[in-house]
């Protein structure tokens, strides 16, 4: 279920990008997963926490033997149903207001399906992966995590720029 896209449109004429993005805000709680990496971008394993974005509660302890009741699970099918369709929209309207050719992706699985999910016809555009364009032309037997990758660059933000060790926006 989707919770958030952040989305980098670049302009070519004027090479300066803009930043857009949406939270999908539903009540329902959410797993959120995030890597635990060391100095060099390795992951070393996983930590979880639950989320309800609706009522603004973040870091709420993850239960792995917490189920679902089932009586609840077609209310969270629905609520889901609800997260996609609000990407459905957000990518509609992004269309309508941006000339798009192009989407540029870190490792774009769970996007794809994210999109399709959500109804977003991806046959117009041509598509990046970077992911799999760096183990390509790297010749690389494995790919590059987006967490080693952006060590190596040395990737920060904050809310007012996005920066790596050689660029800044």
Same mark, same amino acid.
């Given at each position: 279920m989707p919770v958030e896209i952040g989305v980098v449109l670049h302009d070519p004429e004027e090479d300066r990008p803009r930043f857009l993005g949406e939270t999908f805000r539903h009540d329902i709680d959410v797993e959120l997963w995030?890597?635990?990496?060391?100095?060099?971008?390795?992951?070393?394993?996983?930590t979880a926490s639950v989320a309800n974005l609706w009522r603004g509660e973040y870091q709420k302890p993850f239960l792995r033997s917490h189920r679902l009741p089932g009586y609840q699970v077609q209310a969270a099918r629905e609520v889901a149903r609800a997260a996609f369709a609000d990407l459905g929209l957000f990518m509609q309207r992004l269309s309508g207001d941006a000339d798009i050719s192009t989407?540029?992706?870190?490792?774009? =699985? &769970?996007?794809?399906?994210?999109?399709?999910?959500?109804?977003?016809?991806?046959?117009? $555009? *041509?598509?990046?992966?970077?992911q799999?364009?760096?183990?390509?032309?790297? =010749? &690389?037997?494995?790919?590059?995590?987006?967490?080693?990758?952006?060590?190596?660059?040395? $990737? *920060?933000?904050?809310?007012?720029?996005?920066?790596?060790?050689?660029?800044?926006?």
């Open positions: 995030r890597n635990v990496t060391d100095a060099r971008g390795k992951t070393l394993g996983v989407l540029t992706f870190f490792a774009d =699985g &769970m996007e794809m399906m994210a999109f399709e999910q959500a109804g977003v016809d991806t046959d117009e $555009f *041509s598509r990046v992966d970077l799999r364009d760096i183990r390509r032309r790297l =010749g &690389m037997k494995d790919h590059l995590s987006l967490d080693r990758v952006s060590t190596i660059i040395g $990737f *920060s933000s904050s809310k007012a720029q996005i920066r790596s060790g050689h660029f800044s926006y």
